[in-house]
């Protein structure tokens, strides 16, 4: 077990998930934003710290499904990196932020999309010419992005070291915990962001559905099935959900990993957590009693939280420099 003790008011699963969600710190980043054009035609945003040295490690941040350098989780790894030496790089997948002019949303990201996020990595090093060593991060669907990436890339990815957070390892599961109990209301907020941005784009002639039959959807299952699967050459839900989840990779990682992830996550069941027989020698795993969902809030005094999770992130990299 990692040494995270949760917050004592704090207690269960989902006010760890939410508290940070419903207040939180106040950060000014001064971000500066970037547009990457793809081989396809589509962008990637791209959002970085201001830190003027350009000599410093680069952490590339991986946000989860509709997040975005706005989401309180990605600002406070930036802003701790930036307190503790590095360069961070906020890659946002295909189609966030939201509405965004520039993008054009050729087709949706999902949980294992990793081409994207290779052509990124290449990017860094054969245009931006970046020689400081790179770290990467992703949170919840961009960590199981970034772990199923380490373990299917046979050549080098220039990645020094890795951490995952909060990660659906088994898509099937975690689908079918998010349809279940009060994870239903994190299902139902997600889906909602997801429609809207459909709507917005107007794709249903590529989905063969009409607005109403959208509307109707009411778990991952049937979004997966009928959106995710489609546009992006997936037989369907099933198969998409097989070959995307990170958990089958685990175990052909090279690169330094540590995965942090809480029983109580209330995004995947816990039999989806993978254990040493799992993983490769280069995979640490921290496994934590409590924390929720990208949550580990710890502190003594009630509403004065303190923030484990970056802290542990930052000490990982700054130990693998």
Same mark, same amino acid.
């Given at each position: 077990?990692?040494?995270?003790?949760?917050?004592?008011?704090?207690?269960?699963?989902?006010?760890?998930?939410?508290?940070?969600?419903?207040?939180?710190?106040?950060?000014?980043?001064?971000?500066?934003?970037?547009?990457?054009?793809?081989?396809?035609?589509?962008?990637?945003?791209?959002?970085?710290?201001?830190?003027?040295?350009?000599?410093?490690?680069?952490?590339?941040?991986?946000?989860?499904?509709?997040?975005?350098?706005?989401?309180? =989780?990605?600002?406070?790894?930036?802003?701790?990196?930036?307190?503790?030496?590095?360069?961070?790089?906020?890659?946002?997948?295909?189609?966030?932020?939201?509405?965004?002019?520039?993008?054009?949303?050729?087709?949706? =990201?999902?949980?294992?999309?990793?081409?994207?996020?290779?052509?990124?990595?290449?990017?860094?090093?054969?245009?931006?010419?970046?020689?400081?060593?790179?770290?990467?991060?992703?949170?919840?669907?961009?960590?199981?992005?970034?772990?199923?990436?380490?373990?299917?890339?046979?050549?080098?990815?220039?990645?020094?070291?890795?951490?995952?957070?909060?990660?659906?390892?088994?898509?099937?599961?975690?689908?079918?915990?998010?349809?279940?109990?009060?994870?239903?209301?994190?299902?139902?907020?997600?889906?909602?962001?997801?429609?809207?941005?459909?709507?917005?784009?107007?794709?249903?002639?590529?989905?063969?559905?009409?607005?109403?039959?959208?509307?109707?959807?009411?778990?991952?299952?049937?979004?997966?099935?009928?959106?995710?699967?489609?546009?992006?050459?997936?037989?369907?839900?099933?198969?998409?959900?097989?070959?995307?989840?990170?958990?089958? =990779?685990?175990?052909?990682?090279?690169?330094?990993?540590?995965?942090?992830?809480?029983?109580?996550?209330?995004?995947?069941?816990?039999?989806?957590?993978?254990?040493?027989?799992?993983?490769?020698?280069?995979?640490?795993?921290?496994?934590?009693?409590?924390?929720?969902?990208?949550?580990?809030?710890?502190?003594?005094?009630?509403?004065?939280?303190?923030?484990?999770?970056?802290?542990?992130?930052?000490?990982?990299?700054?130990?693998?420099?």
């Amino acid at each position: 077990m990692a040494h995270f003790k949760p917050a004592w008011w704090l207690n269960n699963k989902h006010l760890q998930t939410l508290f940070p969600v419903l207040l939180p710190q106040k950060l000014n980043l001064n971000l500066v934003r970037e547009f990457l054009e793809l081989p396809d035609g589509d962008f990637l945003v791209l959002d970085w710290t201001s830190n003027k040295q350009e000599n410093l490690p680069l952490i590339v941040v991986l946000h989860g499904l509709e997040g975005s350098s706005d989401s309180y =989780y990605i600002k406070r790894i930036m802003s701790a990196a930036q307190k503790n030496n590095f360069r961070a790089v906020c890659m946002h997948f295909r189609g966030c932020p939201n509405f965004n002019k520039k993008i054009k949303i050729l087709k949706t =990201y999902h949980a294992g999309q990793t081409a994207d996020v290779q052509f990124f990595l290449n990017f860094l090093i054969t245009k931006l010419k970046i020689s400081q060593p790179i770290f990467a991060v992703g949170f919840s669907l961009g960590a199981n992005v970034l772990l199923k990436l380490l373990g299917e890339y046979k050549e080098e990815i220039f990645i020094k070291a890795a951490v995952a957070v909060s990660v659906p390892f088994d898509l099937s599961l975690s689908a079918d915990r998010m349809n279940t109990g009060f994870s239903k209301i994190y299902q139902w907020w997600l889906l909602r962001s997801l429609k809207k941005k459909l709507k917005l784009i107007n794709i249903f002639k590529d989905l063969e559905i009409s607005e109403l039959e959208l509307k109707k959807i009411k778990s991952f299952w049937q979004f997966d099935d009928k959106v995710t699967a489609k546009l992006n050459g997936f037989i369907n839900v099933h198969d998409y959900y097989k070959k995307s989840s990170s958990k089958q =990779y685990l175990k052909f990682i090279k690169t330094s990993t540590l995965i942090i992830h809480s029983i109580d996550d209330p995004f995947l069941y816990p039999q989806g957590i993978p254990n040493v027989n799992d993983v490769s020698a280069s995979v640490e795993l921290e496994i934590t009693s409590a924390g929720g969902h990208v949550g580990f809030v710890t502190g003594n005094i009630p509403f004065f939280p303190k923030f484990w999770l970056e802290q542990r992130i930052v000490q990982y990299f700054t130990q693998s420099k």
